[in-house]
């Protein structure tokens, strides 16, 4: 990531020393292969802890200030997350994994209280609001979705002798869909609420169309030695946009197939003719500009953002070409491989990338187009093993790529009180070596399902060898559940939260920069399935059921009201065939004087 952060260690450095700014924006572009985008928007505000604590809120959001204040918040840290980072093509995550989740929602905090029981009920309160401002099923998590992990988080702010007070809570919904409906009260936190500066880019469509979107919302107090301490809100979006599928127009989305003159083809090959095309990789070289892949230009800077941060800024080699508008100001980084524009304060701004032709006489290569990609830290992959609706495994296969640097990371799970791990199942060993080695794992903190109660909690210490493969191994038994704990879709199967990776820093000399500090990632989802009953037994039980009810009800309402009397007690000539032919004549005769009647 030290190219990614490259032109933000200024403003960094810049922001803990001096408080310059109580509000600034930016918006960081990064091209990767295979024609997909990198859009990661940074909004920070700054609040002063007297200010806060005196209910003066200016560039801090009140909806979600006041809620802090109410159960005691004293860290939060909150992420939507929709589809898969990939890694092996995209290269080492935005950020370093810090402002990611796993798919769904995530949330953990540090909440001031006296006991656990007090914790668990501020832990409650906390949820059922968050999930109210941001139209999410946070209040969905329960005691069987929270854990309070050991070794996996630690606090990112000051919080000085109030420390032993806190206590950690973590939560996650792998099932929740992200949409449009968690983006607007996100967007209703900034100051100016997506209607000016880069936040005026943000559009539903273009964002959850991503092929990977995450939003991070981070709260955390901030001292300075001899200065105030201050509270930091500080919100991310990050985004892999397949840019061909984001330049299509909103009114008309749908694919179709591009007439023949308009197919990219490779020329390259020896079968090329008028009438025989081997389609070109991707769509390296293409153009594009910004309001064609965000569907809209961007409107300005806002008016409270500081002014000495650039708010725009792009990383591509030197020798890409890139057009803006003439009132803004194009400022190159000294590593050559990023640049940054100064955007008026008023008016359109607009950034163009023309089309770079990989053929002829000035034919330009990927180098020239996009930033080599740098190697994550470390791979981390994760199935399910085994067959059947009684047992399973679950496989993490973790591969650290560096030829001579080992990782050290925590590994956590955090899995539903029906998969019932059987711990002494557990294995790690390195690939190609038929045996387990016990090294691998330095420490393991293991807390127990409860039955509809709790989850099960598992974090390992563990030092992955350089250049090599650690398989990491364990046996689980499902668990039967009643029928009224299934949801509507139950034959889909349950989610299973992402696996989370803490990469804790190096304290070797020789380590590289990007070991030298905390990084996270998080492997995908997982799909149980559990033993599911036939739900269309109670459907037939209910409908023959009450069929023979309708049968028995009608039968004895029929006994019960109908009046029987004798044949030789009825009316004169209302039996046999006589009496009924004359209440026929007689009902046809009435029937003729009525329309004599009508006609007259």
């Given at each position: 990531?030290?190219?990614?952060?490259?032109?933000?260690?200024?403003?960094?450095?810049?922001?803990?020393?001096?408080?310059?700014?109580?509000?600034?924006?930016?918006?960081?572009?990064?091209?990767?292969?295979?024609?997909?985008?990198?859009?990661?928007?940074?909004?920070?505000?700054?609040?002063?802890?007297?200010?806060?604590?005196?209910?003066?809120?200016?560039?801090?959001?009140?909806?979600?200030?006041?809620?802090?204040?109410?159960?005691?918040?004293?860290?939060?840290?909150?992420?939507?997350?929709?589809?898969?980072?990939?890694?092996?093509?995209?290269?080492?995550?935005?950020?370093?994994?810090?402002?990611?989740?796993?798919?769904?929602?995530?949330?953990?905090?540090?909440?001031?209280?006296?006991?656990?029981?007090?914790?668990?009920?501020?832990?409650?309160?906390?949820?059922?609001?968050?999930?109210?401002?941001?139209?999410?099923?946070?209040?969905?998590?329960?005691?069987?979705?929270?854990?309070?992990?050991?070794?996996?988080?630690?606090?990112?702010?000051?919080?000085?002798?109030?420390?032993?007070?806190?206590?950690?809570?973590?939560?996650?919904?792998?099932?929740?869909?992200?949409?449009?409906?968690?983006?607007?009260?996100?967007?209703?936190?900034?100051?100016?609420?997506?209607?000016?500066?880069?936040?005026?880019?943000?559009?539903?469509?273009?964002?959850?169309?991503?092929?990977?979107?995450?939003?991070?919302?981070?709260?955390?107090?901030?001292?300075?030695?001899?200065?105030?301490?201050?509270?930091?809100?500080?919100?991310?979006?990050?985004?892999?946009?397949?840019?061909?599928?984001?330049?299509?127009?909103?009114?008309?989305?749908?694919?179709?197939?591009?007439?023949?003159?308009?197919?990219?083809?490779?020329?390259?090959?020896?079968?090329?003719?008028?009438?025989?095309?081997?389609?070109?990789?991707?769509?390296?070289?293409?153009?594009?500009?910004?309001?064609?892949?965000?569907?809209?230009?961007?409107?300005?800077?806002?008016?409270?953002?500081?002014?000495?941060?650039?708010?725009?800024?792009?990383?591509?080699?030197?020798?890409?070409?890139?057009?803006?508008?003439?009132?803004?100001?194009?400022?190159?980084?000294?590593?050559?491989?990023?640049?940054?524009?100064?955007?008026?304060?008023?008016?359109?701004?607009?950034?163009?990338?023309?089309?770079?032709?990989?053929?002829?006489?000035?034919?330009?290569?990927?180098?020239?187009?996009?930033?080599?990609?740098?190697?994550?830290?470390?791979?981390?992959?994760?199935?399910?093993?085994?067959?059947?609706?009684?047992?399973?495994?679950?496989?993490?296969?973790?591969?650290?790529?560096?030829?001579?640097?080992?990782?050290?990371?925590?590994?956590?799970?955090?899995?539903?009180?029906?998969?019932?791990?059987?711990?002494?199942?557990?294995?790690?060993?390195?690939?190609?070596?038929?045996?387990?080695?016990?090294?691998?794992?330095?420490?393991?903190?293991?807390?127990?399902?409860?039955?509809?109660?709790?989850?099960?909690?598992?974090?390992?210490?563990?030092?992955?060898?350089?250049?090599?493969?650690?398989?990491?191994?364990?046996?689980?038994?499902?668990?039967?559940?009643?029928?009224?704990?299934?949801?509507?879709?139950?034959?889909?199967?349950?989610?299973?939260?992402?696996?989370?990776?803490?990469?804790?820093?190096?304290?070797?000399?020789?380590?590289?920069?990007?070991?030298?500090?905390?990084?996270?990632?998080?492997?995908?989802?997982?799909?149980?399935?559990?033993?599911?009953?036939?739900?269309?037994?109670?459907?037939?039980?209910?409908?023959?059921?009450?069929?023979?009810?309708?049968?028995?009800?009608?039968?004895?309402?029929?006994?019960?009201?109908?009046r029987f009397v004798g044949a030789d007690e009825g009316p004169e000539n209302a039996g046999g065939l006589k009496g009924k032919l004359a209440l026929v004549v007689t009902k046809l005769s009435i029937m003729?004087?009525?329309?004599?009647?009508?006609?007259?």
């Amino acid at each position: 990531m030290r190219y990614f952060l490259s032109y933000l260690i200024p403003l960094i450095f810049l922001f803990y020393t001096v408080f310059a700014s109580d509000y600034h924006e930016q918006l960081n572009l990064k091209p990767l292969p295979q024609s997909s985008l990198l859009a990661s928007f940074n909004f920070r505000s700054n609040t002063s802890l007297s200010q806060f604590e005196a209910h003066n809120f200016r560039y801090f959001p009140r909806s979600l200030g006041q809620i802090l204040q109410h159960v005691g918040t004293r860290e939060l840290h909150l992420r939507f997350s929709l589809g898969r980072w990939d890694a092996e093509s995209w290269g080492a995550r935005p950020w370093d994994g810090t402002k990611e989740g796993g798919t769904g929602v995530e949330l953990w905090a540090w909440l001031e209280a006296d006991t656990e029981e007090q914790a668990d009920h501020k832990w409650l309160t906390l949820t059922n609001a968050l999930s109210g401002l941001f139209c999410a099923s946070l209040n969905f998590i329960d005691e069987t979705r929270t854990t309070r992990p050991v070794m996996s988080f630690q606090p990112e702010g000051d919080h000085g002798s109030t420390v032993d007070r806190l206590h950690l809570l973590h939560g996650v919904l792998p099932h929740e869909i992200v949409c449009t409906e968690n983006l607007t009260p996100f967007l209703k936190l900034l100051p100016c609420k997506g209607k000016a500066g880069i936040s005026s880019l943000l559009d539903g469509h273009k964002l959850f169309d991503a092929s990977w979107q995450s939003m991070a919302i981070d709260v955390r107090p901030i001292c300075v030695e001899g200065q105030e301490c201050i509270l930091q809100i500080e919100l991310t979006i990050d985004m892999v946009l397949d840019i061909e599928r984001s330049k299509r127009p909103r009114d008309n989305p749908i694919p179709r197939p591009l007439p023949g003159h308009e197919l990219k083809c490779n020329t390259s090959k020896p079968y090329h003719s008028s009438d025989t095309c081997f389609p070109s990789d991707f769509a390296e070289g293409d153009d594009w500009s910004l309001d064609g892949i965000f569907g809209k230009p961007m409107k300005g800077t806002c008016s409270l953002t500081d002014p000495n941060i650039l708010p725009v800024c792009i990383q591509v080699p030197q020798t890409r070409e890139i057009y803006n508008t003439p009132d803004a100001a194009e400022i190159k980084n000294p590593d050559g491989l990023s640049r940054c524009y100064r955007v008026p304060s008023e008016g359109d701004f607009a950034l163009l990338l023309p089309h770079m032709s990989q053929e002829g006489d000035n034919a330009k290569t990927l180098a020239d187009e996009t930033v080599q990609p740098e190697t994550p830290l470390l791979y981390a992959e994760r199935s399910f093993t085994g067959h059947g609706q009684e047992r399973g495994g679950v496989q993490s296969i973790l591969r650290n790529p560096s030829p001579d640097t080992e990782v050290e990371f925590v590994y956590m799970e955090s899995l539903p009180w029906f998969m019932r791990v059987y711990v002494h199942t557990l294995k790690a060993r390195v690939e190609g070596t038929p045996n387990p080695t016990n090294d691998i794992i330095e420490e393991i903190y293991y807390r127990p399902a409860l039955d509809r109660a709790r989850g099960t909690q598992l974090e390992l210490r563990m030092r992955i060898p350089p250049a090599s493969i650690v398989v990491l191994t364990y046996d689980f038994e499902k668990s039967i559940l009643r029928y009224t704990e299934y949801p509507p879709d139950a034959n889909r199967g349950f989610d299973v939260a992402a696996s989370i990776i803490t990469i804790l820093p190096s304290t070797s000399p020789n380590a590289p920069p990007a070991l030298k500090k905390t990084s996270n990632l998080r492997t995908t989802s997982l799909l149980l399935s559990l033993p599911t009953p036939d739900f269309s037994m109670p459907y037939n039980v209910i409908i023959f059921t009450s069929t023979a009810m309708a049968l028995a009800f009608g039968g004895l309402y029929n006994i019960l009201v109908r009046r029987f009397v004798g044949a030789d007690e009825g009316p004169e000539n209302a039996g046999g065939l006589k009496g009924k032919l004359a209440l026929v004549v007689t009902k046809l005769s009435i029937m003729l004087k009525n329309r004599k009647a009508k006609v007259e």
